[in-house]
């Protein structure tokens, strides 16, 4: 085997660990922020029941695990419409994606389903603004 043809091999190696370590990282990742084990839940069952429930005309929320806490910098109602800012970009809540059922742990929350090109809102509800 030539020298370049070695160098070539080498480097295939190096990123295909990469790759795999990136890969195990991201399940590993993922699985802790789930509460798979359900441990997190048992400190408040009712909560959990509730955040479970949650749903919008666009469908089941999922769970606060999938959804996320708003500071208050980063959402607002313009024109009469919510907007919320994700990852430095506002985007309009679509009406169907409002939870109307009062909000139980006062914080306001949005659910989003990131796409490679676009977020789209899943759920979004409310809180007090502070």
Same mark, same amino acid.
């Given at each position: 085997m *030539?020298? %370049?043809?070695? /160098? %070539? =091999? #080498?480097m295939f190696?190096?990123? @295909?660990?990469?790759?795999?370590?990136?890969?195990v990282f991201g399940v590993t990742h993922t699985a802790k922020a789930r509460d798979l084990d359900g441990?997190? &839940?048992? &400190? *408040?069952? $009712? =909560?959990k029941k509730w955040f479970d429930k949650l749903s919008s005309k666009r469908g089941p929320c999922c769970s606060d695990a999938?959804?996320? &806490?708003? @500071?208050?910098?980063? #959402? $607002?109602v313009k024109d009469g419409k919510y907007r919320?800012?994700? /990852?430095?970009e506002w985007h309009d809540v679509p009406d169907d994606a409002l939870i109307t059922e009062p909000n139980r742990v006062g914080r306001t =929350?949005? #659910?989003? %389903?990131?796409?490679?090109?676009?977020?789209?809102?899943r759920c979004f509800m409310p809180g007090a603004m502070t």
């Open positions: *030539n020298h %370049i043809a070695r /160098e %070539i =091999m #080498w190696v190096a990123f @295909s660990a990469a790759v795999g370590l990136a890969l441990r997190y &839940a048992q &400190a *408040n069952p $009712e =909560m999938d959804g996320f &806490a708003v @500071s208050d910098v980063d #959402w $607002e919320v800012r994700l /990852e430095g =929350m949005v #659910w989003p %389903i990131k796409y490679p090109d676009t977020i789209h809102i």
